[in-house]
């Protein structure tokens, strides 16, 4: 039984309560001491309990019943349809109803129409920039600032992202259409290029590259595997991220500098871009150089105001919108495309194409790089939805999300779109204006619709290095993530790793062999945490019940001859070698080669006695030979020495760290008595049991008593079924904590806490400051059925 109640503030009366409740069992009592052990007037309570191994609880305090759901239970559950799950459905396939259930229109909907607004300015504008990244005619982003959204409004589970262009997504798409369609030299070999302009093959490569992504996308919402973002670190993003941003700064130069290079792709085609443009670079057209950098100065001055002022500003201003309309007018009042050569956006068609179908030869040929576009567009998206739900309360769906995006890209790509997910600057322009919902994403729809049937003409004089320097001038964010790399090298080092690798790999190989590379350098680091954790040594902190690694703390206590080992990680086969390295090290000793040495030696002895040069008396072994004994080396049985020792027949038990007679010598053990901290470790693989008990079995067989405790109830369960326990090795080894098993081997081995002096003994008691409230059931109340 466990008893509660107020400690006493005199520290006399605590003992005396301690001294009332000794008897019987060791118990933990609450006890102050002198010194600055105890932080003055806290408040504590008394703790007085049995000291529990697992057995001993299990019998005192029954477990609830529990009835494990088999494989039917659950598909019974997942194909039961009633009333509820129907709605359920409903509202889980269309989120658009579960959120305008709730919409404010009066208090909302003015919000969202300034927000919709200043969106839909900033997505045309970018729908044309983020456009030349993919190497396709510009008006065609503005397709993908409209289809998508609309299929958004109604599947999206996040209220506040502004969906469409993306430009690392933009920027992969342009390699597999600069591949099939390069700028110089004839198309691939694809039957429907035939009797097509340029533009239209790449519109066509596209569009079926973001048909294939949507299809992947949507494939992987319905099978539910929407955690396959969870792989994808920050870290990782973060260095792609960032080499996306030195592809997408080296693909406008040529653009700012008013040159014409030939789009490349593949390994190192960031560094064959940069060799022609340096070659090329005293042909620079001037116009185009000084516009843009006017355009990048001023938006960055702006851009520094709004976020300073951001509070006493009620709308950001969009100076990327209107430097463009300013720009816009100036070309086409002084005609820089005819007098000064410059290259324009040019003519932009008035309303929609006709729907087409992707084209299965380019599917082929795209099917792996389209796979990495997937993951990076949903990647992306979840991550800035996620941001906002966390700020805004409430909740997103990451395999609804990859449906809403899948089936998005799939009705954008009929309709001659590409690949959409979400711009980071868009989104904040989105939820800094005033955005509550999707409702804001659909004006901003809207707003480009207009442009696309109405008024696109007016961007027809529009410089190309206008839209290059205000792409470049956004990378800002993405570029400034360099600075995370020494903060990550101070503070892990590993994750640095994982950062620069998957950076420098995604600038030199491309973005879709950069994220593979980052991804396998990611989990090789996951494994080798892993395989390798930092096993420590633990030690009582004296005066408590706790055990802290004995190389941290300076006030410890050590018992004599035990050794308490502790692994923070799950046991397995590719650690399971580490473990017993990393045990026998700590403990100095290896028990096989000890136990080989101890049988041989036993074996010795035997020889020595049947032959009569050795006799056994009261007082141990005595010499009966008159000279020395020299012993040859028995090479029979020798793989028989790592058997259990076996003193059948033996007049008496050897005293293994004392010295043997006829010069014989075996490694000394000094400990009795092994402790495995348990507490970290999940899991234990089949490789990992055998193991186990293999290294078990040999300390034990060199008289080393072996204790496990904090060991997780699924751990012992899973020992239980594979018959792990044996003659050798029985369940009463495992105890609730690490102080039971302590307490439990002081009182086996008093010795161990005799040869200290009184203020070092571990305390049998324990201080807990601050108590809570504590839930408590009979033991003899029956426990509740729980399925699950």
């Known amino acids: 039984m466990s008893k509660l109640s107020r400690a006493p503030d005199d520290l006399q009366e605590l003992q005396r309560e301690a001294g009332r409740n000794t008897s019987g069992t060791h118990q933990s009592h609450v006890e102050r001491r002198q010194g600055n052990m105890m932080r003055a007037g806290a408040r504590q309570y008394v703790v007085a309990r049995p000291l529990y191994s697992e057995e001993a609880f299990a019998e005192e305090h029954k477990t609830a ?3 494990r759901k088999t494989m039917l239970d659950h ?7 009633d009333s509820k799950r129907a709605k359920n459905a409903a509202l889980s396939l269309l989120p658009v109803i579960g959120w305008m259930k709730i ?3 009066r ?11 200043s969106t839909g300015l900033v997505a045309v504008l970018q729908g044309l920039a983020y456009c030349l990244l993919a190497s396709l005619p510009p008006w065609y982003g503005l397709f993908t600032a409209f289809f998508p959204v609309i299929i958004y409004f109604f599947l999206g589970t996040s209220r506040h992202i502004s969906v469409g262009p993306f430009p690392v997504l933009c920027l992969m798409i342009g390699s597999v259409v600069t591949r099939l369609v390069p700028d110089e030299g004839p198309a691939a070999n694809i039957t429907a290029f035939e009797d ?14 973001t048909f294939l992504v949507g299809v992947m996308q949507l494939a992987m919402g319905i099978l539910q595997v929407g955690f396959v973002v969870m792989y994808l670190s920050d870290t990782l993003v973060s260095g792609f991220t960032t080499a996306a941003a030195i592809h997408i700064l080296v693909s406008q130069l040529k653009f700012v500098l008013g040159l014409q290079v030939s789009g490349l792709s593949g390994p190192l085609s960031l560094i064959y871009t940069l060799e022609i443009i340096f070659n090329q670079i005293t042909s620079s057209n001037v116009c185009d150089v000084v516009i843009s950098l006017v355009i990048m100065l001023v938006v960055f001055a702006v851009k520094e105001l709004n976020d300073r002022f951001k509070s006493k500003l009620p709308v950001p201003i969009p100076i990327e919108v209107i430097m463009t309309v300013i720009a816009c007018g100036i070309s086409y009042a002084f005609d820089f495309k005819t007098r000064y050569g410059i290259e324009v956006v040019g003519y932009i068609p008035k309303g929609y194409e006709a729907p087409v179908a992707p084209n299965m030869q380019i599917i082929q040929e795209s099917a792996m790089e389209a796979f990495p576009m997937a993951i ?10 996620k941001v906002y739900s966390i700020k805004h309360d409430y909740t997103i769906d990451g395999n609804q999300e990859l449906m809403a995006f899948g089936v998005s890209n799939i009705f954008g790509a009929s309709f001659k779109a590409f690949a959409a997910s979400t711009s980071l600057s868009r989104t904040a322009v989105q939820e800094s204006t005033g955005g509550k919902t999707q409702v804001a994403g659909l004006l901003s729809a809207i707003i480009v619709m207009i442009v696309t049937l109405a008024v696109g003409f007016l961007l027809q004089p529009l410089p190309k290095s206008v839209l290059g320097a205000v792409i470049i001038i956004n990378l800002k964010g993405m570029l400034m993530q360099l600075r995370d790399v020494p903060y990550l090298w101070r503070r892990d080092k590993p994750d640095c790793v994982v950062w620069v690798l998957t950076c420098v790999a995604s600038v030199l190989l491309g973005l879709d062999l950069g994220l593979a590379v980052g991804l396998g350098v990611e989990l090789i680091s996951v494994v080798l945490r892993v395989q390798f954790p930092r096993c420590s040594v633990l030690a009582n902190i004296k005066g408590t019940d706790i055990y802290k690694d004995r190389k941290d703390c300076v006030s410890t206590y050590e018992p004599e001859g035990v050794t308490i080992f502790r692994i923070p990680s799950p046991i397995f086969f590719a650690n399971m070698d580490f473990f017993r390295n990393k045990l026998l090290e700590a403990l100095g000793f290896n028990p096989l080669r000890v136990l080989k040495k101890r049988n041989k030696a036993l074996r010795k002895i035997r020889k020595l006695l049947e032959k009569g040069d050795l006799r056994w008396t009261s007082n141990g072994f005595l010499n009966t030979s008159c000279g020395p004994i020299n012993e040859s080396e028995d090479e029979s049985n020798m793989e028989d020495l790592d058997q259990p020792i076996d003193f059948k027949d033996f007049p008496g038990c050897i005293e293994w760290n004392s010295q043997l007679p006829a010069n014989i010598t075996v490694p000394k053990v000094d400990i009795h008595s092994l402790v495995l901290d348990f507490s970290a470790v ?28 904090v060991c997780d109830s699924y751990i012992l369960e899973k020992l239980h079924n594979c018959c792990f326990f044996d003659d050798e090795i029985q369940p009463s080894m495992f105890f609730l904590t690490l102080h039971d098993a302590i307490l439990h081997i002081l009182e086996k081995h008093p010795e161990s806490a005799a040869k200290k002096s009184d ?3 571990i305390m049998t008691t324990v201080t807990v400051h601050h108590p809570g409230s504590f839930r408590i059931r009979e033991k003899n109340a029956p426990g509740p059925e729980t399925k699950f």
């Open 103 to 105: 919409y404010r229109v």
């Open 75 to 81: 598909i019974k559950q997942n194909l039961r349809c």
């Open 682 to 709: 999940s899991f234990l693989d089949i490789s990992a049991l055998k193991g186990l008990k293999m290294l078990l079995k040999e300390l034990i067989r060199v008289e080393v008593e072996i204790y496990i405790a």
């Open 196 to 209: 097509l302009t340029r533009d239209a093959q790449r519109v066509l490569v596209a569009s079926s590259v």
């Open 376 to 385: 990076v567009g949903f990647a992306v998206a979840f991550s800035v939805a």
């Open 65 to 67: 019943s529990r009835r």
């Open 107 to 117: 208090e909302w909907l003015l919000s969202d129409v300034v927000s919709g607004v």
């Open 759 to 761: 203020c070092e003994k």
